[in-house]
């Protein structure tokens, strides 16, 4: 006769000022992939053009930024094309920018699932950010076929390009983290990111070089996360030489740091959620 052995498993939470749980996120990993695909088909089905969205947007974008400040502003773009240049820069900063509006309102859209199940809250606003990067590589092939175009070619910094992304992930959830958890608390953030995404691209060299702000401002600028990566982007895949490293390195510290503060402050608060959400 056999006995019959039930496997219990105790939930509790982590202890520690930091109260993150790597393991426990990895052991949902299967939801977060679920999560992910469901949010590109939603996004694409009944569309008429389908993922071409993932193009089109950008390159609307660049287009209207041509003719605006290409054209009649006559904007510098450091001896590049201005199409490429605006289109090179327009793939990270709609990915950041959608990423934190998607990560900033996800918990509330996702308010039922998160009162009748359990696992990792960090999970939502991270499957809202990381869902845009299929957007994101689909117009990344587009801008090689746009440089192969106008006859340029990466070089050998193009081995960066990988650090870039995670940077520009670790930013838009980094700050999604933080919106999102007050957010929960205060539903006045959900309404304040149209105007922050809108001063951030002005104060970000999206649209002009990041040469052509003064030497005395451009370290305080670096401390834009953004400024410094979308530079990079430039550096590393269209060669642009007049992009300080030291500016890039600056934005890249402020990303890792806005990524744990992130993550601690969304993991000390996230016990409220259920009761005030």
Not at 17 to 36: G, P, T
Not at 168 to 192: E, H, K, P
Request: positive net charge; aromatic residues 20%; contains cysteine.
């Amino acid at each position: 006769m056999t006995n019959n052995q039930t496997s219990l498993r105790r939930i509790s939470p982590p202890t520690g000022f930091v109260r993150i749980s790597f393991s426990e996120i990895w052991d949902y990993r299967d939801l977060f992939y679920y999560l992910v695909w469901r949010d590109f088909v939603i996004r694409y089905k009944q569309t008429l053009i389908g993922i071409a969205w993932a193009v089109f947007q950008p390159l609307f974008s660049t287009g209207i930024f041509t003719i605006v400040f290409g054209h009649w502003a006559k904007m510098p773009s450091d001896g590049l094309p201005y199409p490429v240049f605006t289109f090179s820069a327009m793939l990270p900063w709609i990915f950041f920018a959608t990423g934190l509006n998607h990560g900033t309102t996800s918990l509330i859209g996702n308010r039922e699932l998160i009162l009748k199940v359990y696992f990792p809250r960090v999970i939502i606003p991270g499957y809202a950010v990381v869902g845009n990067g299929c957007n994101f590589l689909i117009s990344l092939c587009f801008l090689f076929i746009m440089m192969a175009w106008y006859g340029i070619y990466p070089n050998i910094r193009i081995l960066f390009l990988p650090v870039l992304i995670l940077l520009t992930v670790m930013t838009a959830f980094g700050t999604a983290l933080w919106l999102s958890a007050l957010n929960v608390r205060y539903r006045d953030v959900q309404n304040t990111i149209p105007m922050l995404t809108q001063v951030w691209f002005f104060l970000t060299p999206v649209v002009y070089p990041g040469s052509i702000i003064d030497e005395s401002w451009r370290f305080w600028v670096s401390f834009n996360p953004m400024s410094g990566i979308i530079e990079g982007y430039r550096w590393c895949m269209l060669g642009v030489n007049s992009v300080s490293l030291y500016s890039i390195m600056i934005s890249g510290i402020i990303a890792i740091l806005l990524f744990f503060s992130g993550l601690i402050y969304f993991y000390r608060t996230e016990r409220f959620f259920a009761d005030i959400i």
